[in-house]
């Protein structure tokens, strides 16, 4: 994981290493996927960098928008890979 987020720097903090894996994934193609708990945004106060992070990746029209249900379910539909 290392070998492929390293380049990218940590220096601009989860924001920053967020937006860049999000463009990379627009350049190259793929899942860019925001895990994370409300719990811990509350308990660290990050709800000013999680709005930051969601107006970055929000509104593109170049995006498919999906829940994880939705998201095993296009991967199901789409290739051969069983889901368990």
């Known amino acids: 994981m290392f070998d492929y987020m390293g380049p990218l720097g940590f220096e601009d903090g989860w924001i920053g290493l967020g937006k860049k894996l999000f463009d990379r994934v627009?350049?190259?193609?793929?899942?860019?996927?925001?895990?994370?708990?409300?719990?811990?945004?509350d308990e660290m106060n990050l709800w000013?960098?999680?709005?930051?992070?969601?107006?970055?990746?929000?509104?593109?029209?170049?995006?498919?928008?999906?829940n994880n249900g939705d998201m095993v379910q296009r991967l199901t539909q789409s290739s051969s890979l069983a889901v368990a």
């Open 48 to 66: 000013d960098e999680m709005r930051e992070m969601l107006a970055y990746v929000s509104g593109r029209s170049d995006v498919v928008y999906l």
């Open 26 to 41: 627009l350049e190259r193609g793929g899942v860019w996927h925001l895990w994370g708990h409300s719990w811990e945004i």
